[in-house]
């Protein structure tokens, strides 16, 4: 038996119901997920060494790239990423956070294991051959398989699982950025939606020992060149509110462009696993002018907060990062949003603070400060989570003085992009699939279960020439609301109710002159045994209905059962009961 056998075998054999246990098996997998960050971040020097010969940042080297290598990087990239994610795991597409959320909300955490080593080298890849995307995404993914993993192989209840998942999202967050405080808040914000002492305080222990870890290596270092931040004086507080308005509008911006361009891609008739190579052919054409948006581009950024950039070219940055990590996304490829939020934000601050230090130079601060700020700004506006935002710029900087001004940028920018669109730019790709998670964690549970669950097979068809005499005699010994009235080919064609025979029960000559085909209703409301109840429970609302037919998937005629109304909320009423009996 190997040595990580035993440990499993050993820790699945102490106390399940005491605090001991999950906070061993958080500590676990906080080690695990400090490790998996470590394995990811030099998974991407190697992979850029290959790529390039050179593991610095580009900025450093780029002048001295022939042109040609510049462009067709990426796209040998793409190349490799595509096949990659196709056929070892699709959930490695993108950026990686809607897929853990999905999984927690609807499969108590399930997540395949496979797909913490595609991420690893589909992302390593991606971003190691130019791709502008961040690290961060894909960490959470990989940090939140490992937990996953480790609480299937435990066979821990879903409800513990769930958990497990946002401990391994925690370490990833808290080991790329040193800030472990963030790490835990995003895990509970973002991922779980869970504050509570029984999820949060394993959080926290994974959090705070892959931030150990990473220390242990990197030294306890900050992930950017931070300046001394200073408030010049009161009179700035009236800027960063604007500056709160005008990073919630670029975050919309973000989002709207980003999904559009993967709509773009969507509709080109090509294979999948090519568009990414297609994505970056595009990008290396932007990289030959813009090297800056190359990667994740902390280069770039410590050049914004140390005000090494024009003003021109950080607004252009702006909208440049945009379009670059739009297309790498788009296209398929491997990444995530948090590092080009980071960007995006720098560039947005560095230039507004550029503008108002030009303006009024005796009442502001250098344009670093703004830039600073407008980081945490823009990722509140584009995941909408401003706790986590505030907190990952304050464990940076180590200063309690930028915190009024970030709170006020942070709610603003929030405000501002959640007025103006629905959904961060996390939910609005599980809305796009028909999840949504907006409306609490009732709904999720509907979302989960799946009309297959829980349908009747006992179907009471009657053919569409049976006489009208023949329709009621069936209503009487079926003792059933709705019959199914079917063709000779077994084909749904209609459905008839009490109501609909009613005006008929007191005209006995229409018995054998009236068929079943002439009362049914034609406009049939069905649903399938692959869709969640909660589509089903909608459905039954919208058209007043008390059960619908439940009819394959192939031509959506053969009909297979029913589900009704009583059948759903009963099933509810199971799911709350066994996630409290699990919660205990």
Same mark, same amino acid.
């Given at each position: 038996?190997?040595?990580?056998?035993?440990?499993?075998?050993?820790?699945?054999?102490?106390?399940?119901?005491?605090?001991?246990?999950?906070?061993?098996?958080?500590?676990?997998?906080?080690?695990?997920?400090?490790?998996?960050?470590?394995?990811?971040?030099?998974? =991407? !020097?190697?992979?850029?060494?290959?790529? *390039?010969?050179?593991?610095? @940042?580009?900025?450093?080297?780029?002048?001295?790239?022939?042109?040609?290598?510049?462009?067709?990087?990426?796209?040998?990239?793409?190349?490799?990423?595509?096949?990659?994610?196709?056929?070892?795991?699709?959930?490695?597409?993108?950026?990686?956070?809607?897929?853990?959320?999905?999984?927690?909300?609807?499969?108590?955490?399930?997540?395949?294991?496979?797909?913490?080593?595609?991420?690893?080298?589909?992302?390593?890849?991606?971003?190691?051959?130019?791709?502008?995307?961040?690290?961060?995404?894909?960490?959470?993914?990989?940090?939140?398989?490992?937990?996953?993993? #480790?609480?299937?192989?435990?066979?821990?209840?879903?409800?513990?699982?769930?958990?497990?998942?946002?401990?391994?999202?925690?370490?990833?967050?808290?080991?790329?950025?040193?800030?472990?405080?963030?790490?835990?808040?995003?895990?509970?914000?973002? =991922?779980?939606?869970?504050?509570?002492?029984?999820?949060?305080?394993?959080?926290?222990?994974?959090?705070?020992?892959?931030?150990?870890?990473?220390?242990?290596?990197?030294?306890?270092?900050?992930?950017?060149?931070?300046?001394?931040?200073?408030?010049?004086?009161? *009179?700035?507080?009236?800027?960063?509110? #604007?500056?709160?308005?005008?990073?919630?509008?670029?975050?919309?911006?973000?989002?709207?462009?980003?999904?559009?361009?993967?709509?773009?891609?969507?509709?080109?008739?090509?294979?999948?696993?090519? !568009?990414?190579?297609?994505?970056?052919?595009?990008?290396?054409?932007?990289?030959?002018?813009?090297?800056?948006?190359?990667?994740?581009?902390?280069?770039?950024?410590?050049?914004?907060?140390?005000?090494?950039?024009?003003?021109?070219?950080?607004?252009?940055?702006?909208?440049?990062?945009?379009?670059?990590?739009?297309?790498?996304?788009?296209?398929?490829?491997?990444?995530?949003?948090?590092?080009?939020?980071?960007?995006?934000?720098?560039?947005?601050?560095?230039?507004?603070?550029?503008?108002?230090?030009?303006?009024?130079?005796?009442?502001?601060?250098? $344009?670093?400060? *703004?830039?600073?700020?407008?980081?945490?700004?823009?990722?509140?506006?584009?995941? +909408?989570?401003?706790?986590?935002?505030?907190?990952?710029?304050?464990?940076?900087?180590?200063?309690?003085?930028?915190? #009024?001004?970030?709170?006020?940028?942070?709610?603003?920018?929030?405000?501002?992009?959640?007025?103006?669109?629905?959904?961060?730019?996390?939910?609005?790709? #599980?809305?796009?699939?028909?999840?949504?998670?907006?409306?609490?964690?009732?709904?999720?549970?509907?979302?989960? /279960?799946?009309?297959?669950?829980?349908?009747?097979?006992?179907?009471?068809?009657?053919?569409?020439?049976?006489?009208?005499?023949?329709?009621?005699?069936? /209503?009487?010994?079926?003792?059933?609301? *709705?019959?199914?009235?079917?063709?000779?080919?077994? @084909?749904?064609?209609?459905?008839?109710?009490?109501?609909?025979?009613?005006?008929?029960?007191?005209?006995?000559?229409?018995?054998?002159?009236?068929?079943?085909?002439?009362?049914?209703?034609?406009?049939?409301?069905?649903?399938?045994?692959?869709?969640?109840?909660?589509?089903?429970?909608?459905?039954?609302?919208?058209?007043?209905?008390?059960?619908? $037919?439940?009819?394959?998937?192939?031509?959506?005629?053969?009909?297979?059962?029913?589900?009704? +109304?009583? @059948?759903?909320?009963?099933?509810?009423?199971?799911?709350?009961?066994?996630?409290?009996?699990?919660?205990?």
């Amino acid at each position: 038996m190997g040595y990580s056998q035993r440990i499993i075998r050993a820790l699945s054999k102490l106390p399940r119901h005491q605090h001991v246990y999950l906070s061993l098996i958080a500590i676990l997998i906080g080690v695990l997920g400090g490790y998996g960050a470590l394995l990811f971040r030099f998974a =991407i !020097k190697f992979a850029q060494y290959c790529f *390039y010969r050179n593991t610095a @940042d580009v900025l450093t080297f780029h002048q001295n790239l022939p042109f040609y290598l510049i462009i067709l990087m990426p796209a040998l990239g793409g190349l490799i990423v595509g096949p990659l994610i196709y056929f070892g795991a699709r959930e490695a597409k993108g950026h990686g956070v809607p897929e853990v959320m999905e999984a927690v909300a609807l499969r108590g955490g399930r997540i395949r294991s496979r797909v913490a080593l595609v991420k690893i080298l589909a992302s390593g890849i991606s971003i190691g051959s130019g791709g502008s995307v961040g690290r961060e995404g894909p960490i959470v993914q990989i940090g939140s398989s490992i937990g996953s993993t #480790l609480s299937q192989m435990l066979r821990v209840p879903s409800l513990r699982q769930r958990t497990f998942v946002g401990c391994g999202a925690a370490a990833g967050i808290a080991a790329t950025f040193n800030a472990p405080i963030a790490g835990a808040l995003f895990a509970a914000e973002v =991922i779980l939606g869970d504050f509570g002492f029984t999820t949060f305080a394993p959080v926290v222990l994974s959090s705070v020992t892959a931030t150990t870890i990473s220390r242990h290596y990197f030294g306890d270092f900050p992930a950017f060149t931070i300046p001394t931040y200073k408030v010049v004086s009161l *009179y700035e507080f009236l800027f960063y509110p #604007l500056l709160g308005v005008v990073a919630g509008l670029v975050a919309v911006l973000f989002i709207v462009s980003l999904y559009k361009c993967e709509d773009q891609f969507e509709a080109l008739r090509i294979p999948d696993y090519f !568009k990414p190579a297609l994505g970056g052919l595009m990008l290396g054409c932007l990289l030959l002018v813009w090297p800056h948006v190359f990667g994740v581009g902390y280069g770039s950024i410590n050049l914004s907060l140390k005000n090494q950039l024009p003003g021109l070219i950080l607004l252009t940055l702006i909208f440049v990062k945009i379009l670059a990590t739009s297309i790498t996304i788009g296209s398929g490829g491997s990444g995530g949003i948090f590092a080009p939020s980071l960007f995006i934000g720098a560039m947005t601050g560095g230039f507004f603070g550029w503008g108002v230090n030009k303006f009024f130079p005796l009442i502001t601060a250098d $344009p670093g400060a *703004y830039a600073l700020v407008a980081m945490g700004a823009v990722v509140a506006g584009t995941t +909408h989570a401003p706790i986590t935002a505030i907190i990952i710029i304050f464990e940076m900087t180590a200063t309690y003085k930028i915190i #009024l001004p970030l709170m006020f940028a942070c709610i603003i920018s929030t405000i501002v992009a959640s007025s103006l669109k629905r959904g961060s730019i996390y939910t609005i790709k #599980l809305s796009r699939r028909g999840v949504e998670l907006s409306q609490g964690w009732e709904q999720s549970i509907l979302q989960a /279960l799946k009309v297959g669950d829980i349908m009747r097979y006992q179907v009471v068809k009657v053919p569409e020439s049976m006489p009208l005499g023949g329709v009621i005699d069936s /209503l009487k010994t079926q003792d059933v609301s *709705y019959l199914h009235v079917v063709n000779k080919d077994n @084909d749904l064609k209609g459905i008839i109710s009490f109501r609909d025979i009613r005006s008929a029960l007191q005209e006995e000559a229409l018995n054998n002159l009236v068929i079943a085909k002439d009362v049914a209703t034609r406009d049939i409301v069905t649903i399938h045994p692959t869709d969640s109840i909660l589509l089903a429970l909608q459905r039954m609302g919208n058209g007043g209905f008390s059960q619908l $037919p439940v009819v394959t998937e192939v031509d959506g005629m053969k009909v297979i059962g029913t589900v009704s +109304h009583r @059948d759903v909320i009963a099933a509810y009423d199971r799911a709350i009961l066994q996630r409290e009996i699990e919660g205990y």
